[in-house]
């Protein structure tokens, strides 16, 4: 897939040398918080109240959506993401510095914001600690494409439903089920290929533990946390467990 020139200027300049512009990290917390807030805000239009776990999984879901961007960027990208690896690590090697942090505090211009390109950069450095991102025959690549395609619709229909209670809530818990136990074992099992593949002597136990562990951690701990609250939904057949 051909890139633009704007997508060039972003490839040749990427480690931070935009004068203006809005830097990536500040960029992915805005859309969360954006995304977050919007259910929240909404909740407390309509029931005047604020829960806990509703928040929680506004965050989850808020996060999600991002993520399956990302994801569709990077089966989109997957021939670029696999130079870019090369050229991260290339550049690792000649200044010592992470490649995560400047990839997190390059700047964006406006008009790049959405650019594929872009965010395929978010791969291609996460690629430093787990090489699935860059091997398109590995579970972690094939399992993050599934997830960038396949989670967006089921994701925002349980975002609404939790927020609004459009559904009745037996089907709202069925469908969270399905989605919030995916989510629990599909990251599991990408945790132990890690593991089987002998990724982990590649890195520090730092970067193991903030990267692939952390980063990873929210598809487990709230996947758990949704099915709690799925199951709840069915034998309750109602939003109580929420607090409506």
Same mark, same amino acid.
């Given at each position: 897939?051909?890139?633009?020139?704007?997508?060039?200027?972003?490839?040749?300049?990427?480690?931070?040398?935009?004068?203006?512009?809005?830097?990536?990290?500040?960029?992915?917390?805005? *859309?969360?918080?954006?995304?977050?807030?919007?259910?929240?805000?909404?909740?407390?239009?309509?029931?005047?109240?604020?829960?806990?776990?509703?928040?929680?999984?506004?965050?989850?879901?808020?996060?999600?959506?991002?993520?399956?961007?990302?994801?569709?960027?990077?089966?989109?990208?997957?021939?670029?993401?696999?130079?870019?690896?090369?050229?991260?690590?290339?550049?690792?090697?000649?200044?010592?510095?992470?490649?995560?942090?400047?990839?997190?505090?390059?700047?964006?211009?406006?008009?790049?914001?959405?650019?594929?390109?872009?965010?395929?950069?978010?791969?291609?450095?996460?690629?430093?600690?787990?090489?699935?991102?860059?091997?398109?025959?590995?579970?972690?690549?094939?399992?993050?494409?599934?997830?960038?395609?396949?989670?967006?619709?089921?994701?925002?229909?349980?975002?609404?439903?939790?927020?609004?209670?459009?559904?009745?809530?037996?089907?709202?818990?069925?469908?969270?089920?399905?989605?919030?136990?995916?989510?629990?074992?599909?990251?599991?099992?990408?945790?132990v290929s890690f593991f089987?593949?002998?990724?982990?002597?590649?890195?520090?136990?730092?970067?193991?533990?903030a990267y692939v562990g952390?980063?990873?951690?929210?598809?487990?701990?709230?996947?758990?946390?949704?099915?709690?609250?799925?199951?709840?939904?069915?034998?309750?057949?109602?939003?109580? *467990?929420?607090?409506?």
């Amino acid at each position: 897939m051909g890139e633009n020139n704007s997508d060039r200027t972003f490839r040749d300049q990427s480690a931070g040398k935009f004068s203006s512009g809005i830097p990536t990290g500040f960029l992915a917390v805005l *859309v969360v918080a954006l995304l977050s807030l919007l259910g929240i805000g909404a909740r407390y239009h309509f029931y005047g109240d604020l829960n806990v776990i509703h928040c929680l999984l506004s965050l989850f879901f808020s996060i999600n959506l991002l993520i399956c961007y990302w994801e569709a960027c990077l089966f989109f990208k997957r021939d670029y993401v696999e130079k870019r690896t090369e050229y991260w690590r290339s550049r690792q090697r000649a200044t010592g510095r992470t490649p995560v942090g400047e990839f997190l505090s390059a700047k964006v211009p406006l008009r790049q914001v959405w650019s594929p390109t872009v965010w395929a950069d978010v791969w291609a450095t996460y690629s430093l600690f787990d090489g699935s991102y860059s091997d398109r025959r590995t579970f972690g690549f094939n399992v993050d494409i599934a997830n960038g395609f396949v989670t967006p619709v089921p994701t925002l229909i349980l975002y609404a439903a939790y927020t609004v209670d459009f559904l009745p809530a037996v089907v709202a818990g069925i469908l969270g089920v399905m989605m919030f136990w995916q989510w629990t074992y599909a990251t599991s099992v990408h945790w132990v290929s890690f593991f089987v593949a002998g990724r982990q002597h590649h890195i520090t136990r730092g970067e193991l533990y903030a990267y692939v562990g952390a980063m990873n951690a929210p598809w487990v701990l709230f996947g758990l946390l949704g099915l709690f609250v799925s199951v709840r939904l069915i034998l309750d057949g109602n939003y109580s *467990v929420l607090g409506h």
